[in-house]
């Protein structure tokens, strides 16, 4: 069969729009009704239950979704997880399996015919399969034929570089140290993660600013905010969970002031789940005050707001900046003040799409709040200048003094639900040189130093045939990466991909010569290894590492854990390896004892993560400790506005989830929030430019991006009339990826600017 029949992209065929009114406010019955459908419709009622009361509790499994984490202490009995975490596990303990029958009656050309949302609900794989050279369907394979495959493949290369070993934010601590141990004794440092693509602009700002690439905060300094700053993020569909974080804000009397360009109904009102009395009422009003930015106008916002403070402080010395953290703790602030005054807000206000008056109003919030938490998501990092829109979120902070105590400092909120804790212990292409000795003393080899393929290198690398074969351990990788065809070309040139997966998904179409699927159990599931059942752990948003035991029958007896994957790769592969890789997995305990011995912070590992919530990882910026950066104190950084400039007949897109999805997962057709049923193509317009364009509600149009003379275009889009910039349009990924230029990154972490696509829209005929 010739690969290049099959789609890379979802197939243009619209579903049957419904219109709704935007709901006012979030989560509630509709919530709890959307959970509770899911979880019965595809898991049934006694498995559901039984899922649902282990999820996110203390000695449960943790949520397959997001990283936003679980209270220390005490946690709600009735339900310690939001719709969207219900969904995960919906679709994770699916009734519906994919069998070698499934592969024998479907061949890869016509599945990849199917949408997205078809292609997700066909179940769980149930056994290893192999796409043979030259043909049409997949077909069992044994997990021994297929450990050998693998290692003969890669033996076969010429060097180790020539393969690529990505990671999904979904890998558990024990399963992600064991890969990038792997990796490195095979002899590279190829280990691109989903970090590239979405936090990644975090790690670089906050590692330059303050020492460390993780967020400062936790939760229970939402409890003693005075401000909580919500930029660049949509909580109430990406991190439901938050909105009760940020309820507890309101009740101690903080304030709330959200900037974003649409306005998201989960920042404006929310009804708690988790309390039955106010299911009925209206809800708590969360956002104080709402600044509608312009899409990449984020720079310029704050950049305004600092000279507004920096005034006021010369009217009033010691108003507004706290003199005495600058003087002790930071680097820089002679240099940052003398950059502002090279702005004018004349010049910077275009940029925003606000009124002067609006962030006036924001500034007198800011000024007059000492402890502020600042929050942010892919709104910010996914951009050209994304490392500076964090960087100028920091000089804020350390102006006043708003990190390292308590109720403030940086909350960089991570999508999936171990993707920090992936990064903490070793899955990075840049082998940090202390890591390394600590590899080579405890595991007798000499780790690799040269700087490894992030994501969009390693991409660049397959369609240029200088890498060879793909391992994607976990995750949708086609599905979730730019430039859909390019990424696709790029894999078909591999000789041989292999996807460690749960359940069926696009990149299991988009193949290399040969592919292989390797079905892993779940989150949710028990693993049973050597010397008895088995716990992994993982680490939140907040830099909580804790346990999580899976409680449901695998759905097949021939599934393997990760970490048994991960060891029969490298007993296939690895010739000379003093490392007992069947013993590690034998028992958990002997990999978190390994972690120990290797990664500071995990002290005593197997005993604390034991321990009731787990333990957190040592947090110097917390701490109002700044050493680890180059200066030794946390350094102010001159950043810049987007330098982008449109053409009147163009407009900057971004691209976002439906209520519906987590990441590349597609749980269903409606984003409910933005009263959208049934449909995913659809592209959200100003009223103002579809009035310009010509166009009339649900109208089809074409979307063509634009960038180094080179067009890109994704055809039969629905123009919907919707409250955003001028100038500016949204629609979902990743039916819009395909727009996204392999070249447009940001400017130090190379991660992809999906938020920053300038595109033209053109009407198709009727």
């Not at 609006?358 to 600042?374: F, H, P």
């Not at 992030?454 to 369609?463: Q, Y």
């Not at 009147?648 to 984003?671: A, K, P, S």
Request: glycine share 8%; net charge neutral.
């Amino acid at each position: 069969m010739n690969s290049k029949k099959t789609n890379a992209q979802p197939p243009v065929k619209l579903t049957g729009i419904e219109l709704s009114n935007v709901p006012k406010e979030a989560v509630g019955t509709k919530a709890i009704q959307s959970a509770i459908n899911h979880i019965f419709s595809e898991v049934g009622v006694i498995k559901g239950i039984s899922a649902l009361k282990n999820l996110n509790q203390t000695y449960g499994f943790d949520c397959p979704g997001c990283a936003w984490p679980d209270p220390d202490e005490k946690r709600a009995f009735l339900a310690e997880y939001c719709e969207n975490g219900a969904k995960a596990v919906a679709e994770e303990a699916t009734k519906n399996k994919v069998s070698p029958m499934f592969f024998a009656t479907h061949s890869v050309e016509e599945l990849s015919k199917w949408s997205d949302y078809e292609i997700g609900k066909s179940g769980r794989i149930t056994h290893p399969m192999v796409l043979k050279e030259g043909s049409s369907h997949y077909e069992e394979i044994s997990w021994k034929d297929a450990f050998t495959m693998i290692g003969k493949e890669l033996n076969s290369l010429n060097s180790p570089d020539e393969a690529i070993f990505y990671t999904s934010g979904r890998t558990s601590n024990e399963a992600a140290f064991l890969y990038q141990l792997f990796v490195r004794q095979f002899g590279t440092n190829n280990l691109p993660d989903c970090s590239n693509m979405c936090h990644e602009s975090s790690g670089a700002a906050l590692s330059e600013t303050l020492g460390i690439g993780k967020g400062s905060v936790t939760l229970d300094d939402f409890e003693h905010a005075d401000l909580v700053i919500v930029i660049g993020q949509n909580p109430g569909t990406n991190h439901p969970r938050m909105l009760t974080a940020l309820g507890d804000t309101k009740k101690n009397g903080g304030k709330i002031m959200t900037i974003n360009p649409l306005p998201e109904v989960g920042l404006m009102r929310f009804i708690a789940p988790q309390n039955p009395l106010k299911w009925f009422g209206k809800g708590l009003q969360l956002t104080d005050l709402f600044l509608q930015v312009k899409i990449n106008g984020d720079v310029a916002l704050l950049k305004i707001i600092l000279k507004l403070m920096q005034q006021r402080e010369q009217e009033n010395p010691g108003s507004v900046f706290n003199h005495q953290f600058i003087k002790n703790k930071t680097h820089g602030i002679e240099e940052l003040l003398a950059d502002l005054d090279t702005y004018s807000i004349e010049d910077l206000l275009p940029q925003t799409g606000l009124e002067l008056t609006q962030i006036q109003e924001a500034t007198e919030l800011i000024i007059n709040n000492e402890k502020i938490i600042i929050c942010w998501a892919m709104g910010l990092t996914q951009h050209k200048n994304a490392v500076d829109n964090i960087r100028e979120v920091v000089n804020l902070l350390l102006l006043k003094g708003s990190i390292g105590k308590k109720g403030a400092g940086t909350c960089p909120v991570r999508g999936h639900s171990n993707v920090q804790g992936d990064r903490t212990v070793g899955i990075w292409e840049k082998l940090n040189p202390a890591f390394g000795e600590k590899l080579a003393k405890e595991f007798h080899f000499s780790p690799p130093t040269k700087e490894g393929y992030d994501v969009v290198n390693a991409i660049k690398a397959m369609h240029d045939k200088k890498a060879k074969v793909f391992v994607g351990m976990g995750g949708n990788f086609i599905s979730a990466t730019p430039d859909t065809e390019y990424t696709a070309e790029a894999l078909r040139n591999c000789n041989l991909t292999v996807h460690i997966s749960t359940k069926l998904n696009r990149s299991h179409l988009i193949h290399g010569k040969k592919a292989l699927i390797l079905p892993c159990l779940g989150r949710s599931e028990k693993d049973i290894q050597n010397s008895g059942e088995q716990f992994v752990s993982v680490e939140n948003s907040m830099g909580v590492v804790h346990q999580s035991h899976g409680h449901l029958k695998p759905c097949s007896e021939h599934l393997l854990s990760e970490p048994a994957i991960v060891a029969g790769i490298a007993n296939a592969t690895l010739k000379n390896s003093k490392v007992e890789w069947s013993k590690l997995i034998s028992n958990y305990d002997l990999i978190r004892d390994k972690i120990e011995a290797t990664i500071p912070g995990f002290e005593k590992y197997n005993k604390r993560v034991r321990q009731k919530g787990g333990f957190y990882l040592p947090n110097n910026a917390r701490s109002n400790d700044f050493s680890p950066t180059s200066t030794g104190k946390a350094n102010f950084t001159l950043n810049k506005p987007s330098d982008i400039v449109l053409k009147e007949d163009q407009f900057m897109l971004m691209t976002i989830r439906t209520h519906d999805q987590y990441n590349t997962t597609i749980y269903g057709l409606d984003d409910r929030y933005r009263g959208v049923l049934n449909e995913r193509r659809v592209v959200f317009i100003n009223p103002d430019d579809m009035t310009k364009l010509g166009l009339k509600k649900l109208d089809k149009v074409n979307l063509i991006s634009h960038f180094n003379n080179e067009n890109r275009i994704a055809e039969g889009f629905l123009a919907i009339p919707y409250s955003i910039p001028k100038q500016c349009m949204a629609t979902y990924f990743p039916e819009a990826n395909v727009l996204v230029p392999i070249k447009s990154v940001a400017k130090i972490s190379n991660t992809p600017a999906s938020k920053t696509v300038i595109i033209s829209v053109e009407k198709m005929a009727n």
